[in-house]
């Protein structure tokens, strides 16, 4: 039941309960947890900093990935190594030197990722596929929780796939933003590996039962 890979997105948590909230997800089954670090200026948001990433490494066992929604993510590399960061997902909107930055997270002993937004061709990912684990497709404009699906990602997740098996790589391959119920089932049939799931997750107020739900959605 539990083997389609869930990534909680914390911007959805309420912040006061997170540790709460973190050990509901981790016992229903979540495969990991998405940190959304968002600079006022790559994108039109401010979240949080590695700080955060540090103070909820020793309550969980989960793997941490962290997504990149700043400029200069070269200053964020060392201290996410520092809070027992698994993976980091860099944006090559972000940064004229994306080859480099993602070399330097891979020297840091991260797992490296790259996450491209809805309006980036895909061909930008050749030159970088095989220095990457995971590919993260971005499903809306990045910046906010809880924006509508943006339904041309289906086709992105199997032109991404179609270039790793061109390249004979096999990156994971995740969407995020506005995955649900409805949206996780075409997209798993595309190629997407796993997901991560942010305001669907608590909706309902029950995110455990959530969880499991978009599980099985995946499967159908
Ligand atoms: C959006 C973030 C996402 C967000 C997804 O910029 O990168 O991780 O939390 O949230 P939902 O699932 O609500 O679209
Ligand atoms: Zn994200």
């Not at 089954?29 to 600079?39: I, Q, R, S």
């Not at 520092?82 to 993976?87: D, E, F, K, L, V």
């Not at 990912?125 to 929780?145: A, K, W, Y």
Request: proline share 8%; hydrophobic share 50%.
């Amino acid at each position: 039941m539990n083997n389609y890979p869930i990534f909680p997105s914390l911007l959805a948590f309420d912040f006061a309960f997170l540790q709460r909230q973190v050990a509901e997800v981790a016992a229903a089954g979540a495969a990991g947890l998405h940190f959304d670090l968002m600079d006022g200026q790559f994108v039109p948001n401010l979240t949080f900093g590695p700080m955060v990433l540090a103070a909820l490494r020793p309550h969980t066992a989960l793997p941490f990935w962290a997504h990149l929604m700043t400029y200069n993510p070269e200053a964020l590399i060392e201290p996410l190594a520092q809070a027992g960061t698994t993976r980091v997902y860099l944006h090559p909107e972000s940064t004229p030197h994306i080859h480099r930055v993602l070399g330097q997270v891979r020297a840091a002993g991260m797992e490296v990722g790259v996450a491209i937004n809805p309006g980036t061709p895909v061909d930008i990912l050749e030159p970088v596929l095989e220095l990457v684990d995971g590919v993260l497709v971005m499903s809306v404009n990045p910046g906010f929780g809880g924006q509508a699906f943006i339904p041309s990602s289906i086709g992105r997740v199997a032109q991404v796939q179609a270039l790793a098996q061109r390249l004979g790589l096999t990156p994971s391959i995740e969407c995020d933003g506005g995955v649900d119920c409805t949206t996780i089932g075409p997209l798993a049939r595309a190629g997407m590996t796993g997901a991560v799931v942010g305001s669907a997750l608590f909706r309902s107020g029950d995110p455990a039962t959530a969880l499991r739900d978009v599980v099985a959605a995946a499967q159908k």
